[in-house]
């Protein structure tokens, strides 16, 4: 079982940035895929970026290549999700998750607000 918990959300002024962070508790295998996704009223659950736990491994939206970053430090457990040059559209619940390789994202948590005033 994994215990994932969010948290650096807030208001922010458009072109401003931000940075998110998941940390991760329990039974975290070095297999683990990390994720960041986000969902704005009325629209669907949206993938942003993902990192492998042990190497570090990225993989990007194109919504989002060049402007966010995802990272992790294995020491804290946590993942990190930088954000830069954030838009309007970019205001959404963001949700950290957790997979195993070829395995549908499992675990996640209770998701942080990013609002981009215009």
């Known amino acids: 079982q994994v215990q994932l918990v969010e948290s650096g959300g807030g208001l922010v002024q458009a072109g401003g940035s931000l940075r998110l962070s998941c940390a991760a508790s329990g039974r975290i295998l070095s297999t683990y895929i990390m994720g960041w996704f986000r969902q704005a009223p009325g629209r669907e659950r949206e993938f942003l970026a993902s990192?492998?736990?042990?190497?570090?491994?990225?993989t990007y939206a194109d919504s989002v290549k060049g402007r966010f970053t995802i990272s992790r430090d294995i020491a804290k457990n946590t993942v990190y999700l930088q954000m830069s040059s954030l838009k309007a559209e970019d205001t959404a619940v963001y949700l950290c998750?957790?997979?195993?390789?070829?395995?549908?994202?499992?675990?996640w948590g209770q998701g942080t607000q990013v609002t981009v005033s215009s």
């Open positions: 998750a957790a997979r195993l390789p070829i395995t549908s994202w499992r675990y």
């Open positions: 990192i492998t736990w042990n190497g570090g491994s990225r």
